[in-house]
Antibody, heavy 117, light 108 residues
Framework: EVQLVESGGGLVQPGGSLRLSCSVS????????MNWVRQAPGKGLEWVSF????????YYADSVKGRFTISRDNAKNSLYLQMHSLRAEDTAVYYC??????????WGQGTLVTVSS | EIVMTQSPATLSVSPGERATLSCRAS??????LAWYQQKPGQAPRLLIY???TRAPGIPARFSGSGSGTEFTLTISSLQSEDFAVYYC??????????FGQGTRLEIK
């Protein structure tokens, strides 16, 4: 059974930092690209970042470029999102997803990040 | 950036009837189009990829069609569990991957 389990969300002040993790099982992690997708409360889906299977290629939405860093540890079957300079508009549920070819095949349950003073 | 526009924003349909949801791309995305279903409090679930291929475990009443800039998700006979929000997503020209704003399918 495929499982993606996000963790690391919480309440953080504007300007603060947070590191999200996604632990994966049930598929060969180092064969797939991975995404972070977020959803602000009551809003639609927004792609945040992608990392290739090897970790050599990373892409970011303009809204997070220069503030967020995606990474992965294939030995630990884990995906990460390091977030700095957080803003109120970064408040959202963050999902990690498996990306076989540009679409989001499997999703985690999400972790809520709240940026507020 | 390719802009995805879904219509209508809300669709009211009776159980057992057919629902037709539309998604339009601001430029051609070929067949690189996916559809997702999201129920309240849950993560989205992949329904369709490559415009018309059902994901594993998705019932046959869900079908996708279209190519280029115009796409349709059809649910042939609505069941109670189908009332949810549906999103389309293009992956032809990225980054960025872009989603539509969603269509809420509600019970009439």
């Amino acid at each position: 059974e495929v499982q993606l389990v996000e963790s690391g969300g919480g309440l953080v002040q504007p300007g603060g930092s947070l590191r999200l993790s996604c632990s994966v099982s049930g598929f060969i992690f180092n064969s797939y690209g991975m995404n972070w997708v977020r959803q602000a409360p009551g809003k639609g889906l927004e792609w945040v970042s992608f990392i290739s299977f090897s970790g050599r290629s990373m892409y970011y939405a303009d809204s997070v470029k220069g503030r967020f860093t995606i990474s992965r540890d294939n030995a630990k079957n884990s995906l990460y999102l390091q977030m700095h300079s957080l803003r109120a508009e970064d408040t959202a549920v963050y999902y990690c997803t498996r990306d076989p070819d540009g679409y989001n095949f499997d999703w985690g349950q999400g972790t809520l990040v709240t940026v507020s003073s | 950036e390719i802009v995805m526009t879904q219509s209508p924003a809300t669709l009211s349909v009776s159980p057992g009837e057919r629902a037709t949801l539309s998604c339009r791309a601001s430029q051609s995305v070929s067949s690189n189009l996916a559809w997702y279903q999201q129920k309240p409090g849950q993560a989205p679930r992949l329904l369709i990829y490559d415009a018309s291929t059902r994901a594993p475990g998705i019932p046959a009443r869900f079908s996708g069609s279209g190519s280029g800039t115009e796409f349709t998700l059809t649910i042939s006979s609505l069941q109670s569990e189908d009332f949810a929000v549906y999103y389309c997503q293009q992956y032809n020209d990225w980054p960025p991957i872009t989603f539509g704003q969603g269509t809420r399918l509600e019970i009439k």
